[in-house]
């Protein structure tokens, strides 16, 4: 499935930001075995004084961006191209939960896919209690890493609320999960502490998803916004599995990947530091539009 | 060995009751009871002196120790909470051998720490052949994600080093902990040793220690050719601190000042196209290199730590782009991590084929079967705590259970501990360090009382700096010194003192002269670049100083009146009380609190230039900070508050003095200088604009004369009682009195001048051509002419003087 993603930040300061410095991470790259990108384009207005794109330890297209000059809004335009390859839902080759501490052992590398990375305390997700108590609340005996992901992923589905006002940027998973509610970044907050706490070793992806327009009626334009949710290592032979618990869905060919972290602050679209007093206002418009016929059956 | 034994080797008084402990080794004393040689010189001098000579000598120390202000912060939350540096009196003697074997040893250690360096952030074979855990070091907050694949410029990851050792039960030396990230220290060492040459001035054990000078300046050299290879442009380097809330930030100014290099801050520099810079007065400067102190976590909030209050957005940017050296690189932190000890032996064997020739403190990391084992079934004898942190043995402490908040559980058993989190801890032997002399008061008797010489355990403190030749030595170091005779590491924790060590040859050591540049022996430091942020400091500085002498002769001046009129309702009482409120004084207070506030601003702004600001200086503001303080509790209205201000009025002078007369004439002294002229411009305008208005009081003039400092000027100049044309003449129009308008425009005028880029092409800068109008205007105007409401103006006129200052060059 061939999509057109177009995306638009607006950024806007209550004083003017001298010697303002982004860095961005917005631009999907190819993925082998999963996503190819035919074009893909960044642009940043006013002109920024020095730009520096470059691919991050993760192996995230990342775009250094600094004004010289004072600045007091700026708007990130992305437009893409990228195919998203159906894959078809491995078996499950996954070993027992118990056993994946084992299969860990044995990777001896700290190469980004490594699983290693991703099963400690990162800057935003520490595991917890209370996560980890409920994964275990999820497991029934002998599962499998991949079903015990599953089913973490399913039960936080129906036990947390989606709700856009009841959360920030900054809220920390411990929050959303008491108060079971949250968006896309609070749910995979959630289930990485949740995963972790259990020894399965998570973290964090952002991208965008095809949105369906309720039934007969029109797409509305610019109604989206950036999408993030998990991926876990269930074993060597599997590998990394994608799972989003807000849709109650592993990642198929709906999803197109921008970037991967250990938490959102490794994937930030937009990391940046004011130098100015007073506040900043962000605001967000996101199209996936698919060029193909649509298959209207979802997952 | 018995003590009588002990009684015939020693001078029978200090050192009587000195006893080495079983099963520990002793500084002072062989396995035989023997004095070991190389205290026996220092030995025969102190036995000597008497119980009265030897409190004299410590309590020179100790006031050398202060009147440098030489401090330390326990926590660092509190900026007042500076500790007395608690100096431990008696050095710990090495002989020069001993010391070269350790060295020797160090060296090897330090070879291997950067070759391990540059596996983790390069091919990371190290981890491949399952020499280092993959998830120890993916769990490190040090290991930084960032600096993987980005080679250091120069080549060299670690160019600054400390070893914290301790010598065993068996005599041999061990490496409890190894400081890459950024080490302290090293600047407390020289202090030690300034404040021990108070006690031990005889040339007699002096000429036959080595000096410390040597290491720091080879450092420098090495520093300065990092900045800029003779290829490259040229750039310059500084040391970047975390700020004065730094525990350790007594030590940055003073390294700063020692080694004539720029202390800077994250908000004083930037980056831009990949070159990191230093904003200064005169624009921003090229680095080439900064002599870390700051965590690496903290040093580019886009990078790293977000939260970073004192990184500099884009610093990861000039070091990836290959512009910028960093002493030592970051990420180096990662090494300190404890769990590293427990591999650093056989990685030794693997990449160099040898075995370490220090030993490091054995050391379990549990998360190997047979490790968590054996530290299971020896718990009793070790020391169990988190695998990734970088404390050393013992400022963590002993057992620390980890918090156990992910588990779900109660507080587990030792093996149900190492069992559930054996990866994120390590096991560590509780070693025995040796014992040396410390000197222990009596106590009940403060002036001369008696005092004995005790057996404490000691860690020393060794620095390494990379060279072109390889790793350089300081020659002595810094010793910290246990509390109690327990000579287990625990006895080390928080609480103990520090010793100055020195390495003593058996001949005298000459220094030698060192080979400087060809061009001759004496190398003037360039005129100096100042950063912005410290020009801005002074000028701040200036101005709250002045400020302060504004309102404390503004106080003095209505409990005067008060005295003599017992009226609070008296007009002129009214008057002022109205002036000073609109200033923030709240003069029903009788020192009001907002004079401590400004007080309190100087000081701070002092603060943030520690390493410009001089000693004396710093000791006369904080001494008047006391003053001011202490009378807030004592001063009563009228006579007695006025007699308190004129205190503080001295102690004033006595700080510009200080400024005036000693404070180089560089161009931060400008700044200062600026500072405090327009701040007094500015209020001698307010007070006309009041005290001159048509609606004043009488005596209101009198006040204005008083205020400005001028009345015996006032009475030989006129000899007619005040009236506005007398007094506007005086404190507005007079070229030669010092508190007048013009004579203080003339001054802004005159520093205005003196700073970069003054003029270009012909032209008057910014800020001059904001000041000469002024100038001219007051210099040919008329009493009359300055109106009140011409004086408020001139108040606005002064703000924009302010700000140009400020765009100018403060940014």
Sequence with gaps: MRYDVRLTIDYSYDAVSDRARNVLRLLPSDIPGQQRVQQRMLKVTPRPGERYDRVDFFGNATSAVAWHQPIQAFSLHLTAQVERIAVAMPLDLSPPLAGLAADIANVHTLLPTAPHHFMAASPRVAPMAATTEYARGCLTPGMTALQAVEAVGRALHRDMTFDPEATTVDTPPAEAFRNRHGVCQDFAHVMIAALRGIGVPAGYVSGFLRTFPPPGQPRLEGADAMHAWVRAWVGQETGWIEFDPTNDQFAGIDYITVGYGRDYGDVAPVRGVLRSSGGQESRQAVDVIPLEAVPEVRR | ?811
């Design chain 2, 1 to 811: 060995m018995s003590p009588g034994a002990l009684k015939d080797t020693v001078p029978p008084d200090i050192f009587a009751e000195y006893r080495r402990l079983t099963g520990v080794a002793d500084e002072l004393f062989d396995e035989n009871g023997q004095m070991r040689p190389v205290w026996r010189r220092f030995v025969d001098r102190f036995a000597r002196l008497t119980s009265e000579e030897i409190a004299a000598r410590f309590e020179r120390a100790d006031q050398y120790l202060r009147d440098a202000g030489v401090f330390y912060r326990q926590y660092s939350n509190d900026p007042l909470a500076e500790r007395d540096w608690p100096l431990s009196h008696i050095p710990v003697i090495l002989h020069e051998d001993e010391w070269a074997q350790i060295c020797a040893g160090l060296s090897q250690r330090a070879d291997l720490l950067e070759r391990v360096m540059a596996d983790l952030y390069g091919p990371g074979q190290l981890v491949a052949d399952n020499h280092l855990p993959a998830e120890l070091v993916a769990r490190s907050p040090h290991w930084l994600r960032p600096m993987v694949g980005v080679t250091p410029r120069g080549g060299h990851y670690l160019h600054f080093l400390a070893f914290e050792i301790g010598r065993s039960p068996d005599g041999s030396w061990f490496v409890l902990g190894d400081r890459t990230q950024a080490p302290s220290g090293s600047g407390f060492a020289l202090e030690n040793r300034m404040a021990t040459g108070r006690i031990f001035p005889e040339r007699f054990p002096r000429a036959y220690i080595h000096k410390l000078a040597g290491f720091f300046e080879t450092f420098r050299d090495s520093i300065e050719a990092l900045a800029a290879p003779p290829w490259e442009r040229p750039r310059t380097g500084g040391i970047l601190t975390p700020g004065p809330s730094n525990d350790t930030y007594y030590e940055h100014t003073y390294i700063a000042r020692y080694l004539g290099m720029m202390l800077l801050e994250g908000e004083d520099l930037l980056v831009e196209n990949g070159e990191a810079m230093v904003r200064t007065i005169e624009g921003p400067k090229p680095l080439g290199v900064l002599w870390r102190r700051i965590d690496a976590s903290f040093a580019d909030p886009l990078e790293f730590d977000p939260n970073s209050q004192i990184g500099t957005p884009g610093l990861m940017e000039a070091v990836r782009a290959g512009n910028l050296s960093m002493a030592n690189a970051l990420g180096s932190g990662v090494l300190e991590m404890r769990a590293m000890m427990a591999f650093l032996p056989r990685i030794s064997e693997v990449l160099t084929g040898q075995p370490l020739q220090l030993p490091n403190i054995a050391t379990w990391w549990c998360g190997g079967a047979a490790e968590r084992a054996y530290v299971s079934d020896n718990a009793e004898t070790m020391l169990i705590g988190p695998a990734d942190a970088v404390e050393l043995p013992f400022d963590l402490g002993g057992s620390t259970p980890l918090g156990d908040e992910d588990s779900g559980g109660g507080a587990p058993s030792i093996a149900a501990w190492l069992e559930q989190h054996g990866d994120r801890l390590v096991g560590q032997e509780a070693v025995t360090l040796s014992t040396t002399p410390a000197w222990e008061d009596d106590g009940e008797t403060p002036e001369g009382g008696g005092g004995r010489v005790v057996p404490r355990p000691m860690t020393v403190r060794v620095f390494a700096a990379r060279t072109a030749e390889g790793w350089t030595f300081m020659q002595g170091g810094y010793a910290r010194i246990g509390r109690s005779g327990d000579a287990t590491a625990l006895a080390m924790q928080r609480g103990g003192s520090v010793a100055d060590v020195w390495v003593v040859s058996d001949r005298p050591v000459h220094r030698i002269a060192r080979t400087r540049n060809a061009e001759g022996d004496f190398r003037r430091a360039t005129p100096g670049i100042l950063p912005a942020r410290a020009a801005d400091n002074l000028y701040w500085l200036g101005r709250y100083l002045e400020r302060t002498e504004d309102a404390v002769r503004l106080i003095r001046a209505y409990h005067l009146r008060l005295a003599a009129t017992d009226n609070r309702n008296d007009a002129r009482l009214k008057t002022l009380r109205h002036y000073l409120k609109s200033y923030g004084f709240d003069l029903s207070q009788t020192i009001p609190e907002a004079l401590i506030g400004r007080i309190i601003a100087a000081r701070s702004c002092a603060g943030k230039v520690r390493d410009r600001f001089s000693t004396d200086g710093w000791s006369a503001l904080n001494d008047l900070l006391k003053t001011a303080s202490r009378m807030t509790g004592t001063a009563q209205p009228g006579d007695d508050c006025a007699r308190a201000m004129s205190v503080l009025v001295r102690k004033i002078a006595g700080i510009t003095g200080l400024v005036h007369e000693n404070m180089y004439r560089f161009s931060g002294w400008n700044f200062l200088s600026f500072g405090r002229a327009l701040e007094r411009a500015d209020a001698i305008a307010s007070l006309l604009a009041v005290f001159t208005a048509e609606d004043a009081p009488q005596g209101a003039l009198d006040i204005a004369v008083e205020v400005g400092d001028s009345i015996i000027t006032h009475q030989r100049r006129y000899r007619v009682e005040t009236n506005r044309d007398t007094v506007v003449d005086l404190l507005a129009l007079d070229a030669d009195n010092p508190r007048a308008l013009l004579f203080l425009i003339r001054r802004l005028r005159q520093l205005a001048e003196d700073l970069p880029a003054a003029e270009a092409h012909g032209r008057p800068s910014e800020l001059l051509r904001a000041i000469l109008p002024l100038e001219a205007e007051i210099a040919c105007a008329r009493p009359a002419d300055l109106t009140t409401e011409r004086l408020w103006q001139l108040r606005a006129d002064l703000a924009v003087i302010s700000d140009g200052l400020s765009s100018s060059y403060l940014r």
